[in-house]
């Protein structure tokens, strides 16, 4: 592997000038940005800001029009995202995502959600099926590897339990967290959670947060978070960036986005008495009975 | 209690004498209306015209008459069960006499049908159907309802158990199977049958992994098996090679046959992925058929070598210096021989079918093929090829299609491409989807349906279509997913069942 270290400074993922256009529409207009390892840096901004367009970038579903997508590995050095083939990203660059409207594999099991996500190990150890077919003891020795690491992140998820269940049948919040497990089980040292309370009640939503500092403290990796949910947002975030209309319109710690003037005009738009139309003013007069 | 819906089909009790009463007029009528029309009749004689009673088919009308009127009532009053067994036995019966009429019109039951005419004998049969269903919708309406969620639910019980159950009936199939050719039943017809339904059976196996496991609609099944039989043919013509040369050439050339499909298909999804699968079966048909330098076209390939049982050939005269199968045993000749060879023959390799199936579903990309069927984005994002993956699927599908076409030519010792239509692909792909996607218990049963019962039912002729036709159907309605789907997972925490206690969520 590459000679470069740990240490060898720079953020762990920087991005640089990262523009995508969709035909005629900026998604993302020369966003610059980066997140370090054992953070958690948080990504908000209102609907549509291109929020998701960045990850999808971050993870190869996209190939940006412009940028440079740079992750400086512990182990390899430093790697150019924007280069490498989609499918390559989680396990060559360790990157590993979650998705907004959650993706399991809803008729295999808990655990073998799991068990895939450390398929490219097992496909080595399987002899590309033919010691698997064979039933040779190097492969059954990488599963039960697997399904060992895929013990524990059960644990940490509550999920143990319901380990033989069909993913699709569990609770939606056991959903939420089977998704991040299985991120976990790809062993990456960017983990991208692509608005991971959505959908949760607030004590499953304090759960999350004890979850991701546990991620981030135990398994000193990066977090990169796009959320909506402000309680998880300021209470778990190192750093925030503010997304609006595909620009960065503010970047800094919890504290310094509360109060930044820029953000709360996103957020809640400018105070200014426009004039209603004649037929809404109308209708406000004469409500429908 | 009873839910509204149920009071409203509750039986109401029964008025006898209104329904006498109603029950007489219907009589009177009829009887008054039929017996100048049909009571008698003028015919040609010698001499003249005479007039020929028929009082029998009167008093029949009358009869059927009433009982329809009754079986009205008695619906109206929701008293369902006695009009659906009346309406429902009176119609299999007359079905049971108009298929035999069908058959043959002079010999068979059809003998027996009530009235004369062939067309009032379908009108009542009609009627009484449409009574029959009837009941059985409101006999459906008046139980608790059940949604088919529930529904659903049971049957993937059922065939879970099915499935825990195989492992104890399936080696008892496949010792009714090895056991079959010593049988006493076991004839030239049956032991033709069996050969048949086991080759779908293994093809069956084969487009399971490609359909069932990694979810690709391929409705060109039949395209690989045209390729693995004409790849023996050609070369056991052209280079005088034997079948057991011939057969893993034979799944090499139809797995690349399947790179080859799938290269272009890779993007494509569901419908359109199903559309150009079906191209490809069709190209493939026409190439055989169009170039006839190589392939002799619709003249096909005649004079393709029997198998050999390492080298013994099952002739009653070998050529000279050689000995075949019967002398080197000391047995004497049998034409069935040849035949129980075959049937072994088929029976071991869709055994291997089978075997490699239940072992690579446990294997990473057993489990890489099903998680492409759940969520290809999904797959990508935990480093999964989908491209690599595909290919995979497609190519280890195609040659299990191409052994199987192997096998077909070397029985057939002829092939040209009409026994390569687009039908064939149809029907293995039936056979996967009646079986239920996934299924491997569920493809034997659905082979044996689909193949072995209408074998033995061939004097129905165009018949067989229509069954085939109207058990798709009802399993498309009745349960989408197939006979006997039922997805146990590759590996469990818990093979022994979950742990007593739940966790604290």
């Known amino acids: 592997m590459n000679a470069l270290s740990h240490d060898h400074g720079g953020p762990l993922i920087s991005v640089d000038h990262l523009t995508m256009r969709f035909g005629g529409l900026v998604a993302i207009d020369d966003v610059s940005f980066s997140g370090d390892n054992c953070e958690i840096t948080a990504i908000i901004g209102p609907n549509g800001a291109g929020k998701t367009t ?43 995502r979650t998705f907004q409207n959650i993706r399991l594999f809803p008729a295999m099991s808990v655990l073998e959600n799991l068990i895939l996500a450390q398929h490219n190990d097992l496909m080595r150890a399987s002899g590309f099926s033919v010691a698997g077919l064979l039933g040779m003891r190097r492969y059954r020795d990488a599963e039960n590897k697997a399904v060992e690491r895929a013990k524990y992140w059960l644990d940490r998820t509550r999920l143990t339990t319901r380990a033989d269940w069909d993913a699709g049948n569990l609770p939606y919040g056991d959903q939420r967290r089977l998704e991040i497990a299985r991120a976990m089980c790809i062993r990456p040292v960017l983990l991208c959670l692509d608005e991971p309370a959505a959908g949760l009640n607030p004590k499953e939503s304090a759960e999350l947060n004890q979850l991701l500092r546990y991620i981030r403290d135990e398994h000193q990796i990066g977090l990169l978070l796009i959320e909506h949910d402000m309680s998880v947002v300021m209470e778990i975030s190192d750093r925030i960036i503010v997304l609006d209309y595909g620009r960065k319109i503010a970047a800094g710690t919890p504290d310094e986005i509360k109060n930044n003037p820029d953000v709360i005009r996103a957020y809640l738009g400018e105070t200014e008495d426009e004039a209603l139309p004649e037929v809404v003013a109308q209708d406000l007069e004469h409500p429908v009975s | ?71 009205f009532v008695l619906l109206r009053e929701r ?120 080759t779908y059976i293994m093809l069956g196996w084969g487009l399971n992994i490609v359909v069932g496991l990694a979810g690709l609609l391929d409705l060109g099944y039949v395209a690989f098996y045209a390729v693995g039989a004409y790849s023996y043919a050609l070369l056991a013509t052209y280079f005088d ?92 000749y049998s034409p069935l021989d040849r035949i129980i060879f075959l049937y072994y023959l088929i029976l071991a390799m869709a055994l291997v079918t089978n075997f490699f199936t239940l072992r690579i579903r446990k294997l990473p990309v057993g489990r890489a093929w099903e998680a492409l069927r759940e969520d290809e984005t999904a797959c990508r994002s935990i480093g999964i090829n989908p491209r690599n993956t595909k290919l995979t699927a497609f190519s280890i599908g195609a040659m299990f299609g191409g052994f199987g ?94 742990p007593e206690k739940e966790g604290e969520s």
Not at chain 1, 66 to 71: D, E, P, Q, S, W
Not at chain 2, 110 to 123: K, M, T
């Open chain 1, 54 to 96: 960045v990850f999808n970038c971050l993870t190869g579903f996209y190939k940006p029009t412009v940028g440079r997508l740079t992750l400086n590995h512990p182990a390899k050095g430093a790697l150019l995202l924007e280069r490498m083939e989609g499918y390559q990203i989680p396990q060559r660059a360790g990157v590993a």
């Open chain 2, 1 to 71: 209690m009873a839910t509204p819906s149920s009071e409203e089909f509750k039986a109401r009790p029964l008025n006898l004498p209104a329904l006498f009463k109603e029950a007489g007029y219907v009589a009177v009528v009829v009887f008054g209306l039929t017996i100048g029309l049909v009571g008698f009749k003028t015919e040609d004689v010698p001499g003249g015209l005479d007039i020929v009673t028929r009082f029998g088919q009167v008093i029949l009308a009358t009869v059927v008459a009433v009982a329809g009127r009754v079986g």
């Open chain 2, 79 to 198: 008293h369902f069960i006695p009009v659906l067994i009346g309406a429902g036995a009176f119609s299999a019966a007359m079905l049971v006499l108009l298929i035999g009429n069908i058959v043959d019109a002079d010999q068979g039951v059809g003998r027996f049908l009530p009235f004369e005419s062939l067309v009032v004998n379908w009108l009542i049969t009609l009627f009484a159907l449409i009574l029959a269903g009837r009941a059985a919708w409101f006999w459906s309406r008046a139980r608790p309802s059940q949604v088919a969620v529930d529904r659903e639910a049971a049957m993937d019980r059922f065939s879970a158990q099915v499935q825990r159950a195989a492992k104890y009936f399936g080696p008892l199939m496949l010792g009714v199977a090895i056991m079959l050719p010593f049988l006493p039943v076991a004839d030239r017809r049956l032991l033709d049958v069996a050969i048949l339904v086991v």
């Open chain 2, 241 to 332: 090679l034997g079948f057991w040369t011939c057969l893993p050439f034979a799944g090499i050339m139809a797995a690349f046959a399947g790179i080859l499909l799938g290269f272009p298909v890779l993007r494509l999804r569901g419908d359109y992925l199903a559309i150009v699968t079906l191209g490809f079966g069709e190209m493939v048909r026409v190439i055989l058929l169009n170039w006839y330098e190589f392939t002799k076209g619709p003249d096909g390939i005649s004079g393709i070598p029997r198998p050999t049982f390492f080298g013994l050939p099952f002739t009653r005269r070998p050529p000279e210096g050689t000995e075949s199968f019967h002398e080197f045993f000391g047995l004497t």
């Open chain 2, 405 to 498: 076409g192997s096998f077909f030519a070397t029985r057939q010792g002829f092939i040209s491409p009409e026994s390569f239509t687009f039908i064939e692909s149809a029907i293995i792909l039936a056979i996967v989807v009646l079986g239920g996607f996934g299924s491997q218990i569920g493809v034997v049963l659905a082979a044996i349906l689909l193949i072995g019962l209408p074998e033995f039912f061939r004097e129905l002729q165009q018949y067989r279509m229509l069954a085939f036709g109207a058990a798709m159907v009802t399993i498309m309605v009745w349960r989408p997913s197939g006979l006997l789907a039922h997805r146990e997972p590759t590996i469990r925490l818990y093979p022994d069942g979950p």
